[in-house]
T-cell receptor, first 115, second 116 residues
Framework: GENVEQHPSTLSVQEGDSAVIKCTYS??????FPWYKQELGKRPQLIID?????GEKKDQRIAVTLNKTAKHFSLHITETQPEDSAVYFC??????????????FGKGTHLIIQP | ETGVTQTPRHLVMGMTNKKSLKCEQH?????MYWYKQSAKKPLELMFV???????ENNSVPSRFSPECPNSSHLFLHLHTLQPEDSALYLC???????????????FGSGTRLTVV
């Protein structure tokens, strides 16, 4: 089955700096890669996703890049703010839109924004 | 609320008890999932249902028994659990695999389960 590795497990950056979280996956058939943000005591929420026919996607301060050859994808957050502090999970799936195949998640990255 | 509601929010049960977790979604989704979230571990997929049919059982022990009576409701029946089963159990839903619209998952708030 799919195996998703995520690094680092903890990332501390100064407010205003950029943060990068990296994930690798093992199943070359995976074609959908979402990122979730989970604040303390709250549910995971989808923040951005990318499909395998696209190399990069951006939404305001958040961007995701995908390298299918190397089987890795990354989350980039620019101009970090205190409200960005949370645990971020990457995931991979072979299903279209993640539907009904189940997502395999990375272990999560605890992002800490230092004031 | 995101449209996926889980009850109860917290549950403490003994190892000999039988209890059930409930998940309900009103998003018109056809796929529903159970995930287990433990400390220092990734979100672990347990079960997948698509149009009420179980399509995946990720080697989950038989003391966890899912039930999906319709596309809007999902249950997780628990019996003779172990202390290591204590975790946050998250339900999620999504469009089925034939959809070309990427919605991703919508998670419920989870049930915090403690087995004593």
């Amino acid at each position: 089955g799919e195996n998703v590795e995520q690094h680092p497990s903890t990332l501390s950056v100064q407010e205003g700096d950029s943060a990068v979280i990296k994930c690798t996956y093992s199943d070359s058939a995976s074609n959908y890669f979402p990122w979730y943000k989970q604040e303390l005591g709250k549910r995971p929420q989808l923040i951005i996703d990318i499909r395998s026919n696209v190399g990069e996607k951006k939404d305001q301060r958040i961007a995701v890049t995908l390298n299918k050859t190397a089987k890795h994808f990354s989350l980039h957050i620019t101009e970090t703010q205190p409200e960005d502090s949370a645990v971020y999970f990457c995931a991979a799936s072979t299903g279209l839109g993640g539907g009904a195949d189940g997502l395999t998640f990375g272990k999560g990255t605890h992002l800490i924004i230092q004031p | 609320e995101t449209g996926v509601t889980q009850t109860p929010r917290h549950l403490v049960m003994g190892m000999t008890n039988k209890k059930s977790l409930k998940c309900e979604q009103h998003l018109g989704h056809n796929a529903m999932y159970w995930y287990k979230q433990s400390a220092k571990k990734p979100l672990e997929l347990m079960f997948v249902y698509n149009f009420k049919e179980q399509t995946e059982n990720n080697s989950v022990p038989s003391r966890f028994s899912p039930e999906c009576p319709n596309s809007s409701h999902l249950f997780l029946h628990l019996h003779t659990l172990q202390p290591e089963d204590s975790a946050l159990y998250l339900c999620a839903s999504s469009q089925d695999r034939r959809s070309t619209t990427v919605y991703g998952y919508t998670f419920g708030s989870g049930t915090r389960l403690t087995v004593v």
